[in-house]
C-alpha cells in the first residue's frame, strides 16, 4: 500500500520570504507524484507533478518539487512567497503502472504574513 | 463551464436521513473517483468508476453508501440513514484515458454534508 506524510500541518512565512513544504510517501513500487493545492473555497487544483525524467519539476506560478528516491521525499519549495500563495497544499502519490488510485496527504495550510 | 460540476454544493440533513450527491465529470473522461475531505485531513478515497464500472470501492465505504455510475456519464452518490460522522466534504473527480497515464486528477468544488 502507498501512503504520504506531510508532517507540517501549518507553516507561517512572511511574504518575500522562501518557503519548504515536506513530503514524504510509502510505496513498494514506482510513483508519480504530485501537488495539489487548494485555494479558500475552492477545488482542488494540480500544482506540479513527477512521472519521470528530470527530477525536478516546476509550476508557473514559481514553486517547484524535487522527487528524491533514496529519500522517499518531493518536497515543495518557492524562494519568494507571496499573499496570494496562501492555501493548503496537498502531497499525493501514486503508483506508476496498473491501477490509478491516488492517495493524498493530510495536507499543510501555507500562511503568507504580509 | 467545462470542468467538473458537483450538485448540491451544501447540504443539510437531520441524521436517519438519506442524502444523494451528483457529480458531471468532463465529458471526455472516462474515470470517475469520490473522495472524502474532513476538516484538518487530505482527501480520502471512496470509490472509482471506469466508465460505468466500479473498479474499487475503500472500506471506509460502509453498507449505507452507495455510488453508480450508470451510463458511464455522471455518477451519485447516496447515503443513507446519514450519521454526524459523515459530515464532511465530498469531492468527485474525474480523469481523461489520454491522461490516465499521469495520474492528474481534475476536481470538482464538493459537495459539503452536514448531518445535524
Known amino acids: 500500500a502507498q501512503s504520504v506524510t506531510q508532517l507540517d500541518s501549518q507553516v507561517p512565512v512572511f511574504e518575500e520570504a522562501p518557503v519548504e513544504l515536506r513530503c514524504n510517501y510509502s510505496s513498494s513500487v514506482s510513483v508519480y507524484l504530485f501537488w495539489y493545492v487548494q485555494y479558500p473555497n475552492q477545488g482542488l487544483q494540480l500544482l506540479l507533478k513527477y512521472l519521470s525524467g528530470s527530477t525536478l519539476v516546476e509550476s508557473i506560478n514559481g514553486f517547484e518539487a524535487e522527487f528524491n528516491k533514496s529519500q522517499t521525499s518531493f518536497h515543495l519549495r518557492k524562494p519568494s512567497v507571496h499573499i496570494s500563495d496562501t492555501a493548503e497544499y496537498f502531497c499525493a502519490v501514486r503508483n506508476s503502472g496498473g491501477y490509478q488510485k491516488v492517495t493524498f496527504g493530510t495536507g499543510t495550510k501555507l500562511q503568507v504574513i504580509p | 463551464d467545462t470542468g467538473v460540476s458537483q450538485d448540491p454544493r451544501h447540504k443539510i440533513t437531520k441524521r436517519g436521513q438519506n442524502v444523494t450527491f451528483r457529480c458531471d465529470p468532463i465529458?471526455?473522461?472516462?474515470?470517475l473517483y469520490w473522495y472524502r475531505q474532513t476538516l484538518g485531513q487530505g482527501p480520502e478515497f471512496l470509490t472509482y468508476?471506469?466508465?460505468?464500472?466500479?473498479?474499487?470501492k475503500s472500506r471506509l465505504l460502509s453498507d449505507r453508501f452507495s455510488a453508480e455510475r450508470p451510463k458511464g456519464s455522471f455518477s451519485t452518490l447516496e447515503i443513507q440513514r446519514t450519521e454526524q460522522g459523515d459530515s464532511a466534504m465530498y469531492l468527485c473527480?474525474?480523469?481523461?484515458?489520454?491522461?490516465?497515464?499521469?495520474?492528474?486528477?481534475?476536481f470538482g468544488e464538493g459537495s459539503r454534508l452536514t448531518v445535524l
Open positions: 473527480a474525474s480523469i481523461t484515458r489520454g491522461r490516465a497515464g499521469t495520474g492528474e486528477l481534475f
Open positions: 468508476f471506469q466508465n460505468e464500472a466500479q473498479l474499487e
Open positions: 465529458s471526455e473522461h472516462n474515470r
